[in-house]
């Protein structure tokens, strides 16, 4: 079974509003998860490093006040789009190391497809 | 910083048929490479992998060799089934341990 678990799996929203998307480890403690990004026929683009009890570590070219993660406890991160454009509809993907080393070994969420309207 | 070549897609194949999928990087040292897969409606996971050079990473009937000479990391089955139906995703590990991912190979297997 799953061992990330992402929720929505898939979620509309309206121009202007925010969408939380919640990426929780099951049955293991999480203290680094990954947010992706994913186009149509495109690879997965990290998007930002979420770190339990400290900021989030963003690649270049992401906004951070725009794709606001939060990472509360040792299972769970959220990332939260605020004020959602079309530009920003996408499928959103996170994912957990297997282990702390962090070998390449990652469990990956379902994924969130995010339509803006 | 690391990058990823692999083969584009959509692959279709008959059952039985062999597979290759090719995949080549570009990275600084040696970097351990992956082969990860996401079937329909489900998350990516992990298929093999290979730490160092020579190395030949196997599982489900897949197989991928470390070819440093070349920098590339070619996915092959020998035999592929319907339930192989996947994208497909190469990717080398960084030295700041992030997974670089191809844009992915999609393939689909028909009886």
């Known amino acids: 079974g799953a061992v990330v678990s992402q929720h929505p799996s898939w979620v509309i929203c309206k121009s202007g509003t925010s969408v939380k998307i919640e990426c929780r480890s099951l049955d293991f403690q999480a203290t680094t998860m990954f947010w992706y990004r994913q186009f149509p026929k495109q690879s997965l683009m990290l998007m930002a490093t979420s770190n339990e009890g400290s900021k989030a570590t963003y690649e270049q070219g992401v906004e951070k006040d725009k794709f606001l993660i939060n990472h509360a406890s040792l299972t769970l991160s959220t990332l939260t789009v605020t004020s959602a454009h079309p530009e920003d509809s996408s499928f959103y993907i996170c994912s957990a190391p297997k282990d702390r080393a962090n070998t390449g070994e990652l469990f990956f969420g379902e994924g969130s497809r995010l339509t803006v309207l | 910083g690391n990058s990823v070549t692999q083969m584009e897609g959509p692959v279709t194949l008959s059952e039985e048929a062999f597979l290759t999928i090719n995949c080549t990087y570009t990275?600084?040292?040696?970097?351990?490479l992956f082969w990860y897969v996401q079937y329909p409606g489900e998350g990516l996971q992990l298929l093999l992998k290979?730490?160092?050079?020579?190395d030949k990473g196997s599982n489900k009937g897949f197989e991928a060799t470390y070819r440093k000479e070349t920098t590339s990391f070619h996915l092959e089955k020998g035999s592929v089934q319907v339930s192989d139906s996947a994208v497909y995703f190469c990717?080398?590990?960084?030295?700041?341990?992030?997974?670089?991912f191809g844009k992915g190979t999609k393939l689909s297997v028909i009886p």
């Open positions: 990275a600084t040292g040696y970097p351990s």
């Open positions: 290979a730490t160092k050079a020579d």
């Open positions: 990717a080398p590990l960084a030295g700041s341990y992030q997974l670089t």
